[in-house]
C-alpha cells in the first residue's frame, strides 16, 4: 500500500512544470541534465531515479514497485537494500493480506480513522456484471373459457304432481337467470305436456301454453309416472336441432316414482344419438322420490312418492349428478344445487382465452408465456409445447399455433390449477 501511495505522489510531481533546481539541492550531489532533486534524491522528469545518481539504490525501493527498478545493474554485493529491491516481485497485488510498513504521517491517520477504515479493498473481480433489463411484458389475467350448456328436463305431470309442475314452472326462471349471470350460454329443451308445463318468461316468450324463444324449446309430449327416459330418447329428432355441437349436456328428471328403462339402456341409446348427438355424454340430476320410507322412497309436504327412483338415481351417481328428493318443500336449494353444478361442469380450468394485450401490443405467439402463481407457493413460467402429444410434464399449448386464441394446459398442469394463470406478451416463449 505504501508503494502505491508513493508511486501516486510522483506521478504527481511528474504532471507538474519542473522548477530549476536550486544550487546544491540534494546536500552535495548534483542531479544531471534531465533530473531534478526530490526529497534528496535525484529523480528524473518522468517520476524514475536518475540511472547516473549515486543515491539511486538507496531510495528505488521506497519509489514504487518493481518495474520502475528493471533498468538497475546488478547490486553491489553486501548492498541489502538493492537486493531487496531486485528481489521483489514483477507485480503489485493491491488486494495482498501482507502487513506493510506506513510513515508515520500517514499512520496517524489510519488510527484517527479507526474501525471506520476498511480492512481490505474489494476486489472487483468478486462484483458480478450488472444484471440485463428484464424484457417488457404486458401481463393479463386470463380466465377460464366456457363451452354452451344444453339443459333438458322432464317433468312427470301425472296425477300426483300437480305441485311439484307448478315448482317447476315457478322456478325454473330463477334457475335460467342464475346460469345467465354466471356467463353462460345456455339452452333449455323442456320435455311435458303442453297443457300442464306452462314456463314463462322472460326464459319462454310467455304465454300459457308458452311459446318457444331464443332460449326456450318445449317439446309438447305428455310424460307419465315411469316413461321419463324412454321419452326423452325417442323424441331426441323433435329436440336435435335446438342442441349445439360442443355444448354440455344436463339432465334434470322430475318425477316422484321409478322408470320402466334401466339406467344403462337408456345411457345406450343415447350413446347412439348423431347430429350433433352427446359426444362428452351428459350429466344426470334426480328429483325423484327416495329416502327411508320403504317403497315411497319419501313423504312430504305433497304427499309420498309413488315409487323409489333408483334408475334416475344411479344415472346421477354415473354421471357425477344431483340428487334430491322430491318430497322437499323448499325447493331453492335443489334448483341451486343444479344450477352450481351446470356452471362447474361448463369451465374448462384447462383452457385459458388469450387476453386483448392492450392497444400498443399484438399477440406473437412467439413471445408469450404463461406464469401460473398457486394459491401458495412461488410462480413459475410454464413451458410450452407444440402440441398436446408432445407435453411432458406440467406445461401448456396452443388451440392453433398458426392462429391462437386458447392457451391449453397440458393434462399434468390440469390438476393443480388452483391459483392464477397469467399471459405474458413480449418475453421470448420458453420452450419445453
Known amino acids: 500500500?505504501?508503494?502505491?501511495?508513493?508511486?501516486?505522489?510522483?506521478?504527481?510531481?511528474?504532471?507538474?512544470?519542473?522548477?530549476?533546481?536550486?544550487?546544491?539541492?540534494?546536500?552535495?550531489?548534483?542531479?544531471?541534465?534531465?533530473?531534478?532533486?526530490?526529497?534528496?534524491?535525484?529523480?528524473?522528469?518522468?517520476?524514475?531515479?536518475?540511472?547516473?545518481?549515486?543515491?539511486?539504490?538507496?531510495?528505488?525501493?521506497?519509489?514504487?514497485?518493481?518495474?520502475?527498478?528493471?533498468?538497475?545493474?546488478?547490486?553491489?554485493?553486501?548492498?541489502?537494500?538493492?537486493?531487496?529491491?531486485?528481489?521483489?516481485?514483477?507485480?503489485?497485488d493491491a488486494n495482498t493480506d501482507a502487513p506493510v510498513d506506513l510513515p508515520e504521517d500517514v499512520r496517524d491517520v489510519a488510527e484517527d480513522l479507526g474501525e471506520d477504515t476498511p480492512d481490505a479493498v474489494p476486489d472487483v473481480r468478486d462484483v458480478p456484471p450488472d444484471e440485463p433489463?428484464?424484457?417488457?411484458v404486458a401481463a393479463a389475467e386470463a380466465t377460464p373459457a366456457t363451452l354452451p350448456v344444453d339443459i333438458i328436463w322432464f317433468v312427470d305431470t301425472s296425477g300426483s304432481m300437480d305441485q311439484e309442475t307448478d315448482l317447476v314452472e315457478e322456478k325454473i326462471n330463477d334457475f335460467a337467470a342464475f346460469i345467465s349471470r354466471s356467463g353462460i350460454d345456455h339452452h333449455v329443451i323442456m320435455v311435458g305436456s303442453n297443457s300442464s308445463v306452462c314456463v314463462p318468461a322472460p326464459l319462454s316468450s310467455g304465454g300459457c301454453p308458452d311459446r318457444d324463444s331464443d332460449r326456450y324449446f318445449h317439446v309438447?309430449?305428455?310424460?307419465?309416472?315411469?316413461?321419463?327416459?324412454?321419452?326423452?330418447?325417442?323424441?331426441?329428432?323433435?329436440?336435435?336441432?335446438?342442441?349445439?355441437?360442443?355444448?354440455?349436456?344436463?339432465?334434470?328428471?322430475v318425477t316422484d316414482d321409478e322408470s320402466d328403462w334401466s339406467a344403462s339402456r337408456f345411457t345406450v341409446s343415447m350413446r347412439d344419438r348423431r347430429n350433433p348427438g352427446f359426444p362428452n355424454g351428459f350429466t344426470f340430476h334426480s328429483v325423484v322420490a327416495y329416502g327411508d320410507v320403504p317403497f315411497f322412497g319419501c313423504i312430504g309436504w305433497s304427499g309420498a312418492g309413488a315409487g323409489i327412483g333408483q334408475q334416475y338415481l344411479t344415472l346421477s351417481r354415473q354421471t357425477g349428478g344431483v340428487t334430491a328428493p322430491i318430497c322437499e318443500e323448499d325447493w331453492d336449494?335443489?334448483?341451486?344445487?343444479?344450477?352450481?353444478?351446470?356452471?362447474?361442469?361448463?369451465?374448462?380450468?384447462?383452457?385459458?382465452?388469450?387476453?386483448?394485450?392492450?392497444?400498443?401490443?399484438?399477440?406473437?405467439?412467439?413471445?408469450?408465456?404463461?406464469?401460473?402463481?398457486?394459491?401458495?407457493?412461488?410462480d413459475v413460467i410454464l413451458p410450452n409445447y407444440d402440441a398436446a402429444d408432445d407435453c411432458e410434464g406440467a406445461g401448456w399449448y396452443y388451440d392453433d399455433p398458426e392462429n391462437p386464441t386458447e392457451v391449453i394446459l397440458c393434462p399434468d398442469s390440469c390438476g393443480f390449477v388452483e391459483g392464477s394463470i397469467d399471459i405474458e406478451f413480449g418475453c421470448d416463449i420458453v420452450k419445453g
Open 1 to 92: 500500500m505504501y508503494r502505491l501511495f508513493a508511486i501516486l505522489c510522483l506521478g504527481a510531481v511528474a504532471c507538474a512544470t519542473p522548477e530549476p533546481q536550486a544550487a546544491d539541492p540534494c546536500g552535495g550531489v548534483t542531479c544531471r541534465p534531465g533530473a531534478r532533486c526530490v526529497e534528496g534524491s535525484c529523480v528524473s522528469q518522468g517520476g524514475s531515479p536518475d540511472a547516473g545518481d549515486t543515491d539511486r539504490r538507496d531510495t528505488a525501493g521506497d519509489i514504487g514497485p518493481a518495474d520502475t527498478l528493471t533498468d538497475l545493474p546488478a547490486p553491489d554485493a553486501g548492498d541489502d537494500v538493492a537486493q531487496d529491491a531486485a528481489d521483489a516481485p514483477d507485480e503489485v
Open 133 to 136: 433489463e428484464a424484457c417488457a
Open 220 to 253: 309438447r309430449q305428455s310424460v307419465g309416472s315411469n316413461d321419463g327416459l324412454e321419452l326423452v330418447s325417442t323424441h331426441y329428432p323433435a329436440y336435435s336441432h335446438f342442441l349445439r355441437e360442443g355444448a354440455q349436456v344436463h339432465i334434470v328428471a
Open 333 to 378: 336449494p335443489i334448483f341451486r344445487a343444479i344450477a352450481d353444478n351446470v356452471v362447474e361442469g361448463s369451465l374448462l380450468p384447462c383452457n385459458f382465452t388469450i387476453p386483448d394485450p392492450g392497444e400498443f401490443l399484438e399477440v406473437d405467439p412467439a413471445r408469450v408465456n404463461v406464469r401460473f402463481t398457486p394459491g401458495m407457493g412461488e
